[in-house]
């Protein structure tokens, strides 16, 4: 996220490089890109941060050279984002626990809190469309780095299959191939769901029938096939594997409900969709996305607890 002062850098930068206004004008759209490659708003900034390291490492002469400064702004931060893709495979397998992406709360909230000031900048606004709901995030985590990237640039930003291959370093029909690939991966996992309004009385019932520790209510609400997963890092206490069944799951929360020390449940919106959170002590410890059937009934949920992952949010 922009601070006052790197706005006011940018500003003054302008004045010698007129060029840099529409160079950092950017910045949305690699940001929106990296978070749905990567998962985490973190390391999306890293990857942005990089990105522009790049192209101001070159000479003007260089950089008078791109025919399309954006178009090469996206190529290197895709190739950056593979890049971590790949490694990322390998240091989750020493995660503590379950690994889900890091959960946004909408863009007003997170920007004037970040930012230090009302509305914060533009340009660091995540769009929070279907592709970024946790939901769609956690079936990301299942395709392969090439996977992932040829979808989200063709499917989600719209990309041609050619401009696609020179990212990846891949022949177009490779690109067409993995990108069809990942779609039936979302295709097999998708399931038809109650529009928002409808999600936010769902998560209303369970917030008030967990407040109210009504076993009852709570199976009522949750699929019998229900999934439950935790995500501490090893920072925070959380169940280091996924909890299977609405009776499981039902049980567990109540029993949280009753060691818990005092808190507060509150309705929010966690990347697009009802939600809620946690907050004891003054701050946010927890932050629950959900998943709805069109039966109006929880087939998941997503507790993400680690710390280093709540960075966006602040209380309103």
Same mark, same amino acid.
């Given at each position: 996220?922009?601070? !006052?002062?790197?706005?006011?850098? &940018? ?15 950017? &910045?949305?759209?690699?940001? @929106?890109?990296a ?11 890293d ?10 490492v ?16 996206t ?7 593979? @890049?971590?893709?790949?490694?990322? &495979?390998s240091?989750?397998e020493?995660?503590v626990?379950e690994? =889900? !992406?890091?959960p946004?709360p ?22 929070l ?18 996977? &992932? ?28 191939q993995l ?22 009385? =769902? ?17 009522g ?16 206490i ?8 609405a ?19 509150l309705?929010?919106?966690? @990347? ?12 946010i ?7 709805v ?8 949920i997503?507790?993400?607890? @680690?710390?280093?992952?709540?960075? !966006?949010?602040?209380?309103?």
């Amino acid at each position: 996220m922009t601070t !006052p002062g790197e706005q006011a850098q &940018r500003q003054a930068d302008e004045q010698h490089d007129p060029g840099l206004s529409a160079i950092m004008s950017e &910045r949305r759209h690699l940001l @929106n890109l990296a978070y749905r490659l990567l998962g985490s708003l973190a390391d999306a900034e890293d990857v942005v941060q990089e990105t522009y390291t790049r192209w101001y490492v070159m000479s003007q002469a260089q950089r008078a050279a791109v025919e399309s400064p954006g178009a090469w702004l996206t190529t290197v931060a895709s190739r950056i984002c593979l @890049n971590l893709l790949g490694s990322a &495979r390998s240091r989750r397998e020493t995660y503590v626990g379950e690994w =889900v !992406p890091e959960p946004l709360p909408d863009p007003a909230e997170w920007i004037a809190g970040a930012a230090g000031g009302a509305g914060g900048d533009p340009a660091d606004r995540i769009t929070l469309d279907e592709s970024v709901t946790m939901a769609f995030l956690v079936v990301f985590e299942s395709m392969t780095p090439a996977q &992932r990237v040829a979808f989200v640039l063709h499917d989600i930003f719209r990309y041609p299959f050619a401009e696609v291959a020179e990212i990846i370093g891949r022949r177009p029909a490779a690109c067409r191939q993995l990108a069809s690939s990942a779609r039936r991966r979302i295709a097999a996992r998708a399931q038809a769901s109650p529009d928002a309004a409808r999600q936010a009385s =769902v998560v209303r019932r369970f917030r008030a029938a967990w407040e109210a520790q009504d076993i009852e209510a709570l199976l009522g609400l949750l699929d019998p096939g229900a999934t439950a997963i935790s995500d501490g890092g090893g920072r925070a206490i959380a169940h280091l594997l996924p909890i299977e069944g609405a009776e499981q799951i039902a049980h567990l929360y109540l029993t949280i409900a009753r060691l818990a020390p005092r808190r507060t449940i509150l309705e929010r919106t966690v @990347n697009g969709l009802p939600g809620l959170v946690i907050e004891s002590g003054g701050r946010i410890e927890t932050v629950f996305a959900f998943e709805v059937a069109e039966d109006d009934r929880i087939t998941r949920i997503w507790a993400v607890r @680690n710390p280093d992952k709540l960075q !966006p949010w602040r209380l309103s």
